[in-house]
């Protein structure tokens, strides 16, 4: 069977970066990626930039995904951005909560993604396909992994056709949280989000931020080869590879690429597991 393959870009926040980025979706393109999706910013901050990637890789002729998060959002400005993008003949979103920006006090009407589903089916039937986010190790605002499987079985009861996850380097984590879902019932595909290793101290912050583990023995190793960025390049593709190919071997239904508006690792590792070309 087919791998399938998707791909995360971020909005550009300047033209050169624009620029840059149909570049790199050129490169990306011999992957036939299913879709490319392109996050949004809490509260609309990138609302114009995101529709604006999202209109040109739709023009490209690609399958485009816009990412929407509801927090700090009336139900009047969803249903906008619901009615521009079904206008534009998108069919996939990403449908998400989000995190409220520091600073910024206003929830919205909306407090959780299974609310933020719910409300797309009821506007729109089922014209999007709706992919939710998953947490393998579990979201950081959890109390306990029980509630949070209870609240990704929300959102897969209120119509979400496929789920993406965080990013994560311990395949254990995410075959558990597969057994664990299915055993409440929910037969969603889950898509592992993959997250190639560029810069390993940026990776480091990041992650404590997301709650992703980074395992010992793997930080270590990137940590002992200090600024040596050959290095620590060619770990990291062995070591995502390995995560890959054993998420393949374990049934993962396709793979979901945070580019982070890159091309090379992605292509490199693509090119291991022989997926997507
Ligand atoms: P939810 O599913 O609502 O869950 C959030 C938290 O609330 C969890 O801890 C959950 O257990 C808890 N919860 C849910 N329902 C209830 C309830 N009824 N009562 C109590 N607790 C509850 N962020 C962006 O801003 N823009 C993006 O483009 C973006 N793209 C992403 C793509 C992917 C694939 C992933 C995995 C994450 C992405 N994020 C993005 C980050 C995401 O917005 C954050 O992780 C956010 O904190 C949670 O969003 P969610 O949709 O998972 O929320």
Same mark, same amino acid.
């Given at each position: 069977?087919?791998?399938?393959?998707?791909?995360?870009?971020?909005?550009?926040?300047?033209?050169?970066?624009?620029?840059?980025?149909?570049?790199?979706?050129?490169?990306?393109?011999?992957?036939?990626?299913?879709?490319?999706?392109?996050?949004?910013?809490?509260?609309?901050?990138?609302?114009?930039?995101?529709?604006?990637?999202?209109?040109? /890789?739709?023009?490209?002729?690609? #399958? @485009?995904?816009?990412?929407?998060?509801? =927090?700090?959002?009336? !139900?009047?400005?969803?249903? *906008?951005?619901?009615?521009?993008?079904?206008?534009?003949?998108?069919?996939?979103?990403?449908?998400?909560?989000?995190?409220?920006?520091?600073?910024?006090?206003?929830?919205?009407?909306?407090?959780?993604?299974?609310?933020?589903?719910?409300?797309?089916?009821?506007?729109?039937?089922?014209?999007?396909?709706?992919?939710?986010?998953?947490?393998?190790?579990?979201?950081?605002?959890?109390?306990?992994?029980?509630?949070?499987?209870?609240?990704?079985?929300?959102?897969?009861?209120?119509?979400?056709?496929?789920? /993406?996850?965080?990013?994560?380097? #311990? @395949?254990?984590?995410?075959?558990?949280? =597969?057994?664990?879902? !299915?055993?409440?019932?929910? *037969?969603?595909?889950?898509?592992?989000?993959?997250?190639?290793?560029?810069?390993?101290?940026?990776?480091?912050?990041?992650?404590?931020?997301?709650?992703?583990?980074?395992?010992?023995?793997?930080?270590?190793?990137?940590?002992?080869?200090?600024?040596?960025?050959?290095?620590?390049?060619?770990?990291?593709?062995?070591?995502?590879?390995?995560?890959?190919?054993?998420?393949?071997?374990?049934?993962?239904?396709?793979?979901?690429?945070?580019?982070?508006?890159?091309?090379?690792?992605?292509?490199?590792?693509?090119?291991?597991?022989?997926?997507?070309?």
């Amino acid at each position: 069977m087919k791998t399938e393959i998707s791909i995360e870009f971020f909005p550009p926040q300047t033209s050169e970066g624009v620029d840059k980025l149909r570049v790199v979706r050129g490169k990306l393109a011999v992957l036939k990626p299913e879709f490319f999706s392109v996050t949004y910013g809490a509260g609309g901050s990138t609302r114009e930039r995101t529709f604006s990637v999202i209109r040109e /890789i739709a023009a490209e002729g690609f #399958n @485009a995904a816009p990412h929407l998060s509801c =927090v700090g959002s009336t !139900r009047d400005n969803i249903r *906008e951005i619901l009615m521009e993008y079904k206008a534009a003949g998108i069919c996939r979103i990403v449908a998400l909560r989000g995190d409220l920006p520091s600073g910024m006090a206003e929830a919205g009407e909306f407090r959780y993604a299974n609310e933020l589903v719910e409300f797309i089916r009821k506007e729109t039937g089922d014209h999007f396909r709706l992919d939710v986010a998953a947490y393998p190790e579990w979201h950081p605002q959890a109390r306990f992994p029980r509630d949070d499987l209870a609240a990704f079985a929300r959102k897969a009861k209120a119509g979400a056709n496929s789920a /993406i996850t965080q990013y994560f380097y #311990n @395949a254990d984590a995410y075959f558990h949280f =597969v057994d664990e879902v !299915r055993k409440l019932g929910v *037969e969603i595909p889950i898509i592992p989000g993959i997250m190639p290793i560029a810069n390993f101290s940026k990776l480091a912050r990041f992650s404590d931020h997301c709650g992703t583990e980074l395992p010992r023995w793997m930080r270590r190793k990137f940590e002992g080869l200090s600024d040596d960025t050959e290095a620590i390049r060619a770990f990291g593709l062995d070591v995502v590879t390995a995560l890959c190919e054993r998420l393949l071997a374990g049934g993962a239904p396709g793979l979901h690429f945070y580019s982070m508006n890159q091309s090379a690792l992605t292509l490199e590792i693509c090119r291991r597991l022989n997926v997507g070309q």
